[in-house]
């Protein structure tokens, strides 16, 4: 794993927010892997051609397997309650070059009916040393 520099943007129901954090990628023939801390929570993204999974761990949990195209189910977790929810990704998509990753998923989270629309975008760049 490299030491990286990573741009968040997400935008659910087209509201934008973008944070900045320091983690760690890897980058491999078959996908990659980008994982970063906030204050106590651990986030994993690893992706392999048109197949995406989310992990987070943390003040709330969240467990999401992306396939373009199909729908999966899901699990989110706040305050110790685990519910599920299911996802229909869009795009998974990302480009690599040298020690930079960009990060592009569209997908939808359905929570019993309501549809919430989720774009991430993630900029990742190997820190110089």
């Known amino acids: 794993m490299k030491t990286c520099v990573l741009t968040i943007t997400t935008a659910t129901d087209g509201q934008e927010n973008t944070i900045t954090r320091k983690g760690e990628m890897q980058l491999g023939l078959s996908g990659i892997c980008l994982q970063y801390r906030e204050e106590n929570t651990k986030v994993s993204i690893q992706i392999q051609g048109e197949r995406a999974q989310i992990d987070r761990q943390g003040d709330y949990s969240l467990h999401l397997d992306l396939e373009r195209g199909k729908q999966q189910k ?56």
């Open 74 to 129: 899901g699990a989110i977790g706040i305050a110790g309650s685990i519910g599920e929810v299911n996802t229909y990704a869009y795009k998974i998509a990302y480009l690599q070059k040298e020690d930079c990753i960009l990060l592009l998923l569209h997908y939808d989270l359905d929570f019993s009916g309501e549809i919430q629309k989720m774009k991430l975008r993630i900029l990742a760049r190997a820190e110089e040393r």
